[in-house]
Structure formats: structure tokens, C-alpha cells
């Protein structure tokens, strides 16, 4: 299966301030990448597809202006958390494939 | 669109003890049924899968069964050990469509 990586792995950050995440595959070229949000003991929420070269397409209910995405490569799709607040504190968890979905190491994003 | 429910959301066993968690699924168009364990703050991984065509699959010690009449499928666990206890989800996909997960199973195994 195909490998993904995610950096940071966790990130502490103050409110107001907006965070990074990447994610990568390693050994994979793939023209669609999904983000997915975790909260404790819950399941996983799509948030967005992220498609390589255009623009990405969000589920209902996410703010897309919130929640940034950018696929620029074939390997790399980010989200970017703006203005972040601690409400937006989650396990945020990238994954790509076909049917079988591989699945990032998730982010773990604090806001304080 | 496409809706999972999975039961139960919590199952507690003893090792060695069987454990069987099932899923239901409304799409009769979906054709594809995996299964993903996530262990405590890793990233999910796929331990079996199912396709519209076979009504059980197994390894080792894992089975997974379907009905597409009744558009459940189930995933069976036998001799329980320590090391299953995760959270299991189950999906349901359609085609090239992304997958639709159940809320998952926290299942707890005592040693």
C-alpha cells in the first residue's frame, strides 16, 4: 500500500494564529487527497478533498476560508488551520487511495 | 448518499472471547467494504476488506462476513488477545466515490 507521511505530528499554538499541516505520499502519485478531523472516541469527519491543480471540495458545514487547502503536487496536499481557536483543537488526519484509503501518522492540533 | 451505522460502539470481552461487530450500510451500489483498526493516537489501518462478490473472507483470525440482501456486512474476531483492543471502523464505498465510515467500535480486551 501506499505510504503517507504527515508533519507536524502535534503542534501547540496560541489562538489567533493559523498552523500548517502537510501531507505526503511518499511512494504514490495521487491526484486526490482526503482530510479527515478525529475528536476523542469519535469517528472520522471528511472535511475535504483535496484535488491536485484545482480547487478543493469541501463537506458541508466546513469553512473553507477556515480551513485552507492546497495540492499543489501529486506527492503534497497541505491544510492550513487559520486564525485557530481552541475550538479547532482535533486529530487531523490525511489519507489517499481508490477504494482501500492509506492513512497519515494525524496531526494533533492544540490551540490554547 | 451513503449511510453506515456500526454496533456496537463500545465491546468489552475477555481474552480469548469472540468478538463480532456489524455494520449496515443503505447504498445497494456500494461494492466495496473494508475494515480499519486505530490503535490510541495512531493512524487507521486496513486489516481486512470485502467485495460485492465473495460473502465471507477470513485470515487468521479475523473474518469478515456480508449480506448484500440485507446490505449488512460484520467483522468477526476469534481468540481475543490484549493487542485487538483499538477502535474498528468499518466503510462502505461505491465505485471510484470516497468512502462513507460507521462512528466505530471501541473494543476492549481483558487480559
Known amino acids: 500500500g501506499a505510504v503517507v507521511s504527515q508533519h507536524p505530528s502535534r503542534v501547540i499554538c496560541k489562538s489567533g494564529t493559523s498552523v500548517k499541516i502537510e501531507c505526503r505520499s511518499l511512494?504514490?502519485?495521487?491526484?486526490?487527497m482526503f482530510w479527515y478531523r478525529q475528536f476523542p472516541k469519535q469517528s472520522l469527519m471528511l472535511m475535504a478533498t483535496?484535488?491536485?491543480?484545482?480547487?478543493?471540495?469541501?463537506e458541508q458545514g466546513v469553512e473553507k476560508d477556515k480551513f485552507l487547502i492546497n495540492h499543489a503536487s501529486l506527492t503534497l496536499s497541505t491544510l492550513t488551520v487559520t486564525s485557530a481557536h481552541p475550538e479547532d483543537s482535533s486529530f487531523y488526519i490525511c489519507?489517499?487511495?481508490?477504494?482501500?484509503?492509506?492513512f497519515g501518522p494525524g496531526t494533533r492540533l492544540t490551540v490554547l | 448518499g451513503e449511510n453506515v451505522e456500526q454496533h456496537p460502539s463500545t465491546l468489552s470481552v475477555q481474552e480469548g472471547d469472540s468478538a463480532v461487530i456489524k455494520c449496515t450500510y443503505s447504498?445497494?451500489?456500494?461494492?466495496?467494504f473494508p475494515w480499519y483498526k486505530q490503535e490510541l493516537g495512531k493512524r487507521p489501518q486496513l486489516i481486512i476488506d470485502?467485495?460485492?462478490?465473495?460473502g465471507e473472507k477470513k485470515d487468521q483470525r479475523i473474518a469478515v462476513t456480508l449480506n448484500k440482501t440485507a446490505k449488512h456486512f460484520s467483522l468477526h474476531i476469534t481468540e481475543t488477545q490484549p493487542e485487538d483492543s483499538a477502535v474498528y471502523f468499518c466503510?462502505?464505498?461505491?465505485?471510484?466515490?470516497?468512502?462513507?465510515f460507521g462512528r466505530g467500535t471501541s473494543l476492549i480486551v481483558h487480559p
Open positions: 489519507s489517499l487511495g481508490a477504494d482501500t484509503q492509506y
Open positions: 511512494d504514490f502519485q495521487a491526484t486526490t
Open positions: 483535496s484535488n491536485e491543480g484545482s480547487k478543493a471540495t469541501y
Open positions: 447504498d445497494s451500489a456500494s461494492n466495496y
Open positions: 470485502i467485495r460485492s462478490n465473495v
Open positions: 466503510a462502505a464505498v461505491k465505485g471510484s466515490y470516497i468512502p462513507t
